[in-house]
């Protein structure tokens, strides 16, 4: 009897180690981190959307989001920033993994395998980005493109790999349906604390959550898509990066606009993620 008392008090001390302020600092670090990248990636869009004199060559994905800071006064300084506050991210992720959300169905199973994805996913990025800041200029800059076609191609010659390229991209579209569904139900209400905020910040907040997550979707949705597109026709340069998933927009009859409303709704997304860093429930 004791001993189970001691253990779940042990159990109860280290859940409030992983919720305290070091891990509410790295998450609304990490959440600071991401907005600025997908703001610089909606920006670095509208310039493919029209290209002006140099905007087409400009890569519309993470790479050229650090490609962008990196060229700023302190540019260097700003990528470590970047690095850090991802790692923030992964850390807090893991934190939920091991010890569960905040909230009443925090500790559900789905919830912490889920958390677990998201913490292995931050970490690679936030590798990516700190080895770009420690000189490593292939790492974090590189075409999302390129290395999309090279996984693909390389799948694609494994056994089964049509499959497994075909189930890959059925999956991302899952998840971009799904963040499409959060954004339109604004089911990301209940991970924010407003309490004590005025009607019209809320109702910002909820528009560029809606406009962002929709647009987010809605890129991940297509990239899935083609990597099916990619998996039937055996061919791995159907499947695209984000720089090439954005550029497919300017090919439908809406021709560069349907690309400006997204790039205007990833950007939305960026300013929707500082929201997270004031307001989220960590």
């Not at 703001?39 to 050229?64: C, H, I, N, T, Y």
């Not at 209940?190 to 009607?199: A, I, N, V």
Request: charged letters at 20%.
């Amino acid at each position: 009897m004791e001993t189970s008392a001691i253990a779940e008090r042990g159990r109860g001390q280290a859940r409030s180690g992983a919720t305290g302020k070091a891990v509410e600092t790295a998450a609304r670090a990490g959440f600071v981190a991401r907005g600025v990248i997908y703001l610089l990636v909606g920006v670095l869009a509208l310039r493919v959307a029209f290209p002006g004199d140099s905007g087409g060559g400009e890569q519309a994905d993470r790479g050229g989001a650090l490609k962008k800071v990196a060229e700023q006064p302190l540019g260097g300084v700003l990528l470590w920033l970047l690095g850090i506050g991802l790692v923030g991210m992964a850390l807090w992720r893991l934190s939920e993994a091991l010890f569960g959300q905040a909230g009443p169905d925090g500790q559900k199973p789905m919830k912490r395998i889920i958390a677990a994805g998201r913490c292995v996913f931050y970490a690679f990025v936030a590798y990516s980005v700190i080895s770009y800041a420690a000189g490593d200029k292939g790492s974090g800059s590189g075409s999302s493109d390129k290395r999309t076609d090279d996984v693909t191609a390389k799948v694609l010659d494994w056994s089964g790999g049509q499959w497994l390229v075909g189930i890959a991209g059925a999956v991302v579209v899952g998840v971009g349906l799904w963040l499409i569904f959060r954004a339109v139900t604004l089911k990301f209400r209940k991970h924010l604390d407003m309490s004590g905020t005025g009607e019209k910040v809320r109702r910002t907040v909820d528009a560029v959550g809606v406009f962002g997550g929709t647009a987010r979707g809605v890129v991940f949705g297509t990239a899935g898509g083609f990597a099916i597109a990619a998996a039937v026709q055996h061919e791995p340069g159907q499947a695209k990066g984000m720089d090439d998933t954005l550029r497919s927009f300017t090919d439908t009859p809406a021709g560069p606009w349907l690309l400006v409303l997204i790039a205007l709704g990833l950007a939305a997304f960026g300013v929707f993620s500082w929201a997270n860093a004031r307001w989220r429930k960590v």
